[in-house]
């Protein structure tokens, strides 16, 4: 089921992020995502519309966050649930809510770089990250019927 989250879900994002960050980014230094962590706590999952896929007992195998209507800040998947639509499924209710999306993604994510093409997202700019000094995109994404 997928549901907008609640302040009393944030513990379990976090570690969900924590973990996913550490696997999908092991080319960045782990004390990066150690360090960040209280930033993403106490400024970013406050300010950020989130949304979680759980199953009944409420565990939380992915979410997705967006920030100023259109940012999509996270999108995390726990790995044993790769492949299985998860994913797809968070894209489609931040899809369902905003016309358009933007969205950072490191250059040597390959796996994200390849989800988000299959989502429709195109590379608009080259940049670096301000945290990482690490190559990123942005890329976006629109409803076919808001431009």
């Known amino acids: 089921m997928i549901r907008l989250a609640q302040p009393a879900d944030h513990e379990a994002i976090l570690l969900l992020w924590l ?13 990066y995502w150690i360090e960040s962590l209280q930033m993403v706590r106490e400024d970013f999952l406050p300010k950020a519309r989130t949304w979680i896929e759980c199953d009944e007992k409420g565990h939380i195998s992915g979410f997705i966050s967006v920030l ?3 940012f999509i800040g ?12 998860t994913a797809q ?15 950072e ?3 040597q994510n390959h796996r994200a770089m390849a989800f ?13 990250h ?3 000094d690490m190559p990123t995109w942005i890329l976006r994404w629109f409803h076919p019927l808001s431009e």
């Open 19 to 31: 973990r996913s960050s550490l696997i999908s980014h092991s080319f960045i230094a782990e004390s």
């Open 68 to 70: 100023n209507q259109q």
């Open 74 to 85: 996270a999108l995390f998947v726990e790995e044993s649930r790769y492949g299985d639509g």
């Open 89 to 103: 499924r968070l894209m489609a209710a931040a899809k369902e809510e905003y016309p358009v999306l933007l969205l």
């Open 105 to 107: 993604v490191y250059q």
């Open 116 to 128: 988000y093409r299959k989502e429709n997202f195109e590379i608009t700019a080259e940049t670096r």
């Open 130 to 132: 301000p945290g990482t």
